[in-house]
């Protein structure tokens, strides 16, 4: 997948409806749903519904197919598992330093911290994170699970 790929599905689950729209249909499993049990799960009105599926299905996240007079939604689940590979794929495996710019220099305290410590995957060393040693500074200690 590619960033424009991944950017164009991810401004579609961007809004409310259609993520629950996307949602419902992946727990529907294969077989999908008609446009009228989304409609009755989501309790918005038809039209409304069928702007967003129409969004849904332009970014590939959702296919429509008749059957005999009613219309099925399916996720498409190639395509949802390429985009949450896509999202985590570089989890972990660091960053290049970049100096500092003059203009850096105002951020506040803390903006050093790598995103892997915050990332629940992720244990690195608080020396990795923080190089000048301020690891109490710049990275917080992950949340205790169930926290």
């Not at 599926?53 to 008749?66: E, F, I, N, P, Y």
């Given at each position: 997948m590619n960033t424009d790929t991944a950017s164009a599905c991810l401004a579609?689950?961007?809004n409310p409806r259609r993520l629950e729209a996307f949602r419902l249909a992946v727990r529907a499993g294969p077989d999908g749903l008609t446009v009228g049990e989304i409609q009755r799960?989501?309790?918005i009105p038809k039209s409304t519904l069928s702007h967003h599926?129409?969004?849904?299905?332009?970014?590939?996240?959702?296919?429509?197919?008749?059957v005999g007079r009613t219309i099925r939604c399916?996720?498409?689940f190639d395509l949802a598992r390429e985009l949450a590979?896509?999202?985590?794929?570089e989890c972990c495996r660091g960053v290049e330093m970049v100096e500092r710019s003059a203009a850096d220099e105002g951020e506040e305290a803390g903006d050093d911290c790598c995103a892997a410590a915050l990332a629940a995957c992720?244990?690195?060393a608080a020396e990795a994170c923080c190089p000048d040693g301020a690891a109490a500074d710049c990275c917080p200690e992950p949340a205790a699970a169930g926290a």
């Open positions: 579609e689950l961007g799960h989501l309790d599926c129409l969004h849904l299905c332009s970014a590939g996240l959702l296919t429509q197919r008749r399916v996720a498409n590979g896509f999202l985590v794929e992720c244990e690195p």
